[in-house]
């Protein structure tokens, strides 16, 4: 079993940034994909990163890529996503999420297939 809690989220102008960390308990940390996701009032819930077990492979949705970077420590049990060059359509409830350890880019943090789910932490990017 994993507990993932996110915590770094908060309110932003846009062209700044801000940096999510979500945290993993659990001894089987190393053996999940992370991913990040968000859901905008009104909107479905997307995928935004993606990285591998190892980290050696990430994947991003276009509309961030370029601006967010997404990085583990397993050593601590964290992921990152580091966010910049912020926009008010970035605004969302970002969750952390973990799933399989699949390579492929059509199959890496697939919604359908995550196994655990944080708790979400609130981005709103206004001027």
């Known amino acids: 079993h994993l507990q993932l809690v996110e915590s770094g989220g908060g309110s932003v102008q846009p062209g700044e940034s801000l940096r999510l960390s979500c945290a993993a308990s659990?001894?089987?940390?190393?053996?999940?994909?992370i991913g990040w996701f968000r859901q905008a009032p009104g909107k479905e819930r997307e995928g935004v990163a993606c990285i591998t077990t190892s980290g050696e492979i990430s994947n991003y949705a276009d509309s961030v890529k370029g601006r967010f970077i997404i990085s583990r420590d397993n050593a601590k049990n964290t992921v990152y996503l580091q966010m910049n060059s912020l926009l008010p359509e970035d605004s969302a409830i970002y969750y952390c999420?973990?799933?399989?350890?699949?390579?492929?880019?059509?199959?890496?943090?697939?919604?359908?297939?995550?196994?655990?789910w944080g708790q979400g932490a609130q981005v709103t990017v206004s001027s």
């Open positions: 999420a973990a799933g399989p350890p699949l390579t492929g880019d059509r199959s890496m943090c697939v919604e359908q297939l995550i196994d655990y």
């Open positions: 659990g001894s089987t940390f190393d053996l999940y994909n």
